[in-house]
């Protein structure tokens, strides 16, 4: 059996929708943002939104309304999710905690029904009274909203109009009514229809309207009891008799997808189009005598160019929530004039989506075994690349060559708001640099020792300046520069460890440890011990919040290899823990992390032990252990963005943080540091200053985050990459939109493919000569997908050279390998001649490239018959599946592809991965296929194939007997071969081994990991890494885990599902069983990640409660009962594969 362990290594990003509402109490603005299977809650505020609470939903969010029930002070939610469980929650607040209640809940799925291809509608009565959802053709469905039903119930209505384009409620109606938007054969009407909650019935509605504009394909509702229809070139406004039309020019272009309510009087609309405008929606109204509001006027104004919109949410104040699934999210302002490009529009805020991830590559740039992610992401104007890492990005502001540094520190002189010295210390001297703006020019400072190694300098109390050297702790004022004090050990010899506060220094000289306070103008020595053991370092942090005064000293001796902590001013012991081994302890840390206090201690090969400190006794309790690198580590605590962090300097720099009271570790995207000290002066604000072997560096350092995601904006669709180790480039095939002119076409916007430094095409070869010539036949104004090969440098991401494709020619794949004896790397490309009249593509080519010294040439081609969908390189040749037959390709010695064998019985053959001589192939709706190349025969055959209809969107080999696809239901689902059968039938078929709804749909798998594997830390018997990429922008893990490591974590599983308390009252087991249209089936052979790590959220008690009756293996092979300590180490284990 194979067993998979699954996990979102970066939740899902792209927005499906967002409602904006007082949700968390009467008096908060909330925004609420879905995000696939997570829902993100956020206040209004003036600086702008913060988030309150993050909630996993049990399913994929396909309707969200919030609505306010009469009387009450706050709303309230629907939400239905894809696989039809309905709910209504409220939110209630805590003090600072938020609990989700579900109020109602119920499944409102038919027994039969044909889902309606134009999705899921769901829409709430104004007045509040019933819930409308269209899920079926030909059926209404709706809930009655009666505040004592726990079990949401719901009842048809049968629907004459099975095409229904869109619906909703009209305003002010004595019976709930609803408007529709149909289609017939003859085109497309409106219709209204009242609801008798009586009769279950409908009745005719108060007007209708036949013919409407053949593509309108959405109804506003206003509160006057009218509504707007959207089409694709007008926009009219119905009520009954009354009847208005705006048909502006400039909304032929794109077609308008959503729109958001500015004014709660329905004056105003944004609405949101296909190319990213936006556009203002004016109705004039008047008020007649009688009372009544009528619409007398419709305007139409272009406010500017946003994000490509999926969901538009007013806000406040003239901001505007601009939610995308193609692009980044962006929080903009609308003005009131325009600026001087003629836009209203101003992007205050973008939040990042990584949706769709089409394609990418695990690549490790820069050889420090830790991969990163490069991903097609975004489509049209948004399209990008993403590089994605895990850790800390630092930006580099300015550097200094000096090499031989052993110690930096800020200093303030002569002021008290910015710092505007460096000091550097070096073997046998001290330097001061001064910071003046930008510039950094070295000076004296009149009570420093130069002629001595600094072992710390700093600001202290009273305005004053310390310096210590091995000879002596200086006192120098900040103002005068001139020496005050000067304190020596009274044993005469030199000082080696020191650590300062403020207003305390302790020092060593061997095994005698002083305590010196520090007064205006004079050093005092108030405490003098002797220990066992030479001391290695030393650290006295105030532990208490606002306190400047430490009560505890820490400190890491020789020989004993231990941390003692004690008690100032006597040095009394308080703790004493052994750390084992022969490796002296460089350097210790106390600090506090969201209010717990942690000792962590670096040892000299790298290994770092952090414990927690009960500050009062000064015992250390949790021992934990983690590989940070191979040097000697130094720890230094800094700040940002108002919270304490740890840098830990070593060979391979990292951040520590604390994260939902975890100790996360981040790499830093540096390949070493010494030193480091936070600096923040005038020209370098909020900046670290960073010491190596040879170089000072001022930097800045990125969002501290899990993942550091870097983006390369395309202007263009990029489809699929290819990494080239040889040429140091990156080959990437993107498709840009032209609009067809009178002489020929012209690019709609510059991109990628456009902009580049070098440009090149295929002009149209013989291909064309036998076909029609209704090759070129778009109209005027036509939009025309021209498809290119792009090259990019791997360091800078500029387009070096983008050759365009001939006219209907579509790239479909792109490789990057070595073919045969040829010692060259090509990036080979496979395309497709895409015809309208054509059901599938007749024809394509295969073109092989290669790049060097800044120039790209085309060395073969290859006519096909069909499209390659995918091309791998396989044992030197190259495979490639065209339409449904997979071939093989031989390259030979006249630089030509020569075929050598090919395989039919596919459908359409889409994906295809190897493995020494084994092929899988993903197909179109026959799930998986294994297939065998046979050397000395020369022949591919098929060996095995899942008999299961599996609609396929990717495929992996996990190893020699395991294969992983992914299906276009959302499922993930695992086969085995099965070698040792005894009949052929049995041979030939794929076992299923595993079945997991993922509720994801992955476009890519590729084999490779985003962290540094540390040989030897880890107890967590996990094999192999496969990530993989789906359209919401999620990347994911997919690990493989022995049957008995399985068996336990299943145990957790169930109990965790038992302790935590789903939203909506959906069951785990219920989401995460296969399921597709035909049926449904428990999920076997996975662990879901993200419910086991979710346990290091829960409380303690919780987490106690999960642990009752655990079994778990000590070392000698006993069983014994599992302690939440036991499970809290191995699930953070599990949490740093990702």
């Known amino acids: 059996m194979a067993y998979s362990y699954v996990v979102t290594a970066h939740k899902p990003t792209a927005v499906n929708a967002c409602v904006t509402g007082n949700f968390t109490s009467p008096d908060d603005l909330n925004l609420i943002i879905a995000r696939n299977t997570r829902m993100e809650i956020y206040v209004v505020t003036p600086e702008g939104l913060r988030p309150v609470k993050e909630i996993g939903i049990y399913g994929r969010i396909a309707v969200m309304e919030l609505f306010r029930p009469p009387g009450e002070a706050k709303d309230v939610m629907f939400l239905l999710t894809a696989r039809y469980n309905a709910m209504i929650l409220e939110c209630q607040q805590d003090g600072e905690n938020l609990e989700m209640i579900t109020r109602a809940h119920g499944n409102v799925q038919d027994r039969i029904g044909r889902p309606s291809d134009t999705g899921i509608i769901g829409i709430i009565d104004p007045q509040c009274r019933v819930i409308g959802l269209r899920l079926y053709d030909g059926l209404f469905k709706v809930i009655p909203?009666?505040?004592?039903?726990?079990?949401?119930?719901?009842?048809?209505?049968?629907?004459e109009e099975l095409q229904v384009i869109d619906v909703q409620f009209l305003h002010g109606c004595q019976t709930p009514t609803i408007i529709l938007v149909h289609q017939d054969p003859h085109g497309r009407h409106v219709k209204t229809y009242e609801i008798s909650l009586r009769d279950k019935e409908f009745q005719r509605g108060p007007w209708k309207q036949d013919n409407v504009e053949t593509e309108a394909c959405m109804v506003i509702a206003d509160p006057f009891g009218g509504a707007l229809i959207i089409g694709q070139e007008s926009i009219t406004y119905h009520k009954g008799e009354n009847y208005l039309a705006v048909a502006p020019p400039l909304m032929k272009q794109s077609t308008i997808t959503c729109y958001g309510k500015v004014d709660s009087n329905g004056s105003r609309y944004l609405l949101g189009d296909m190319a990213g405008r936006l556009f203002m929606l004016l109705l004039e109204q008047e008020e007649k005598m009688d009372g009544r509001i009528t619409v007398k006027d419709l305007k139409v104004e272009l406010l500017g160019v946003t994000t490509l919109a999926e969901c538009i949410t007013y806000l406040d104040n003239g901001v505007v929530y601009v939610g995308s699934r193609l692009g980044d999210s962006q929080l903009v302002k609308l003005n009131v004039d325009a600026d001087e490009s003629g836009s209203y529009v101003q992007v205050m805020e973008i939040f990042t989506n990584l949706g769709p991830i089409v394609d990418m590559c695990v690549v490790d740039l820069e050889r420090q075994g830790q991969g990163q992610l490069v991903t097609c992401s975004g489509a049209y104007k948004e399209g990008t690349l993403r590089i994605i890492r895990n850790g800390i990005g630092i930006h580099e502001h300015a550097s200094v060559d000096l090499s031989g540094i052993k110690g930096i520190w800020p200093l303030r002189v002569g002021t008290t708001e910015y710092d505007n010295m460096l000091v550097l210390s070096f073997v046998g001297q001290t330097r001061v640099l001064m910071l003046t703006g930008e510039e950094v020019e070295e000076t004296e400072l009149a009570g420093f020792d130069g002629d001595k190694q600094a072992f710390y300098c700093g600001n202290v109390c009273h305005g004053q300046i310390v310096q210590v050297t091995s000879a002596s702790i200086r006192l120098v004022s900040s103002t005068t520069q001139f020496l005050l004090a000067e304190w020596k050990p009274s044993s005469g010899k030199n000082i080696s460890v020191v650590n300062c506060n403020t207003c305390q220094a302790v020092c060593a000289t061997g095994s005698d440890v002083f305590y010196v306070e520090i007064y205006e103008g004079e050093l005092r020595q108030m405490g003098k011990t002797t220990l066992d053991f030479e001391v290695a370092c030393l650290d006295i942090t105030p532990l208490k919040e606002g306190s400047d005064q430490a009560d505890i000293c820490s400190a890491g001796l020789w020989t004993?290899?231990?941390?003692?902590?004690?008690?100032?001013?006597?040095?009394?012991?308080?703790?004493?823990?052994?750390?084992?081994?022969?490796?002296?302890?460089?350097?210790?840390?106390?600090?506090?992390?969201?209010?717990?206090q942690y000792l962590l201690c670096a040892l000299g090969d790298g290994s770092l032990f952090y414990f927690n400190l009960n500050s009062i006794t000064g015992y250390l309790t949790d021992r934990k252990k983690v590989t940070l690198g191979t040097q000697p580590t130094v720890l230094r605590t800094f700040r940002s963005l108002s919270t304490t962090n740890i840098f830990a300097c070593s060979d391979r720099p990292t951040v520590i943080y604390s994260s939902n009271h975890k100790l996360v570790f981040s790499n830093v995207n540096l390949k070493e540091v010494n030193y480091m000290c936070p600096l923040n002066s005038e020209g370098y604000p909020d900046s670290l200053a960073l010491a190596n072997d040879s170089t000072m560096t001022i930097g800045t350092i990125d969002e501290i985050q899990k993942l550091h995601i870097r983006t390369v904006p395309l202007g263009e669709s990029p489809r699929r990459i290819a990494y080239q180790e040889s040429s140091q480039t990156f080959g990437v095939i993107s498709m840009r939109m032209d609009i067809q002119d009178s002489n020929?076409?012209?690019?709609?916007?510059?991109?990628?493919?456009?902009?580049?430094?070098?440009?090149?095409?295929?002009?149209?070869?013989?291909?064309?000569?036998?076909?029609?010539?209704?090759?070129?036949?778009?109209?005027?104004g036509d939009e025309v997908e021209v498809h290119s090969l792009l090259v990019l440098d791997q360091h800078t991401f500029e387009v070096v050279h983008a050759h365009q494709l001939m006219t209907n020619e579509f790239a479909t794949s792109l490789i990057s390998a070595r073919l045969g004896e040829d010692s060259n790397v090509y990036y080979i490309v496979g395309t497709a001649l895409v015809h309208p009249e054509e059901s599938e593509p007749k024809q394509g080519r295969i073109l092989l490239f290669h790049y060097s010294d800044g120039k790209l040439s085309q060395v073969a081609e290859k006519e096909i018959k069909g499209a390659a969908y995918t091309l791998v390189e396989f044992n030197g040749k190259l495979l490639a599946s065209i339409n449904s037959t997979v071939r093989l390709f031989e390259w030979t010695s006249d630089k030509e592809l020569r075929l050598e064998c090919s395989q039919f019985n596919n459908v359409i053959a889409l994906y295809l991965k190897t493995k020494g001589d084994f092929i899988l192939v993903g197909d179109l709706m026959r799930s998986i296929s294994l297939l065998l190349y046979k050397q000395t025969e020369g022949c591919i055959e098929e060996i095995a194939k899942d008999f299961n209809p599996n609609w396929m969107a990717a495929v992996e080999i996990l190893d020699d007997d395991t294969f992983l696809g992914a299906e276009n239901s959302f499922n993930l689902f695992t086969c085995q071969k099965d070698s040792a059968a005894t009949t052929d039938e049995e041979r030939q078929r794929l076992q299923d081994v595993g079945l997991f709804h993922l509720g994801e749909f992955v476009n890519v798998f590729k084999h490779g990991s985003l962290v540094m594997q540390h040989p030897g830390e880890t107890s967590t018997p996990t094999q192999g890494s496969v990530l993989f990429g789906t359209v919401n922008g999620a990347i994911g893990l997919l690990t493989q885990v022995p049957q008995d490591f399985y068996n336990f974590l299943l145990e957790i599983q169930n109990k965790l599902s038992k302790v935590i308390k789903s939203v909506g009252k959906i069951e785990n087991s219920f989401w995460r069983s296969g399921h597709t249209e035909r049926k449904t089936e428990p999920c076997v052979g996975f662990i879901d990640g993200d419910l086991?790590?979710?346990?290091?959220?829960?409380?303690?008690?919780?987490?106690?409660?999960?642990?009752?009756?655990?079994?778990?293996?000590?070392?000698?092979?006993?069983?014994?009962?599992?302690?939440?300590?036991d499970l809290v180490k191995m699930i953070e284990e599990l949490t740093r594969i990702h």
């Open 145 to 159: 909203l009666d505040r004592e039903n726990k079990e949401l119930k719901a009842f048809n209505i049968r629907l």
């Open 560 to 596: 004993e290899i231990s941390v003692r902590v004690m008690k100032l001013p006597d040095f009394s012991m308080m703790h004493r823990e052994l750390l084992g081994g022969e490796i002296i302890p460089r350097s210790v840390l106390t600090t506090t992390f969201e209010g717990i």
């Open 744 to 780: 020929g076409t012209t690019p709609a916007r510059p991109s990628a493919s456009t902009q580049a430094l070098n440009t090149s095409s295929s002009s149209s070869t013989k291909l064309l000569s036998g076909t029609s010539s209704s090759m070129s036949e778009h109209l005027y």
């Open 1092 to 1125: 086991i790590e979710s346990y290091l959220d829960l409380s303690r008690d919780k987490m106690q409660e999960v642990v009752m009756g655990l079994q778990i293996d000590d070392s000698s092979g006993m069983k014994r009962e599992a302690t939440v300590d």
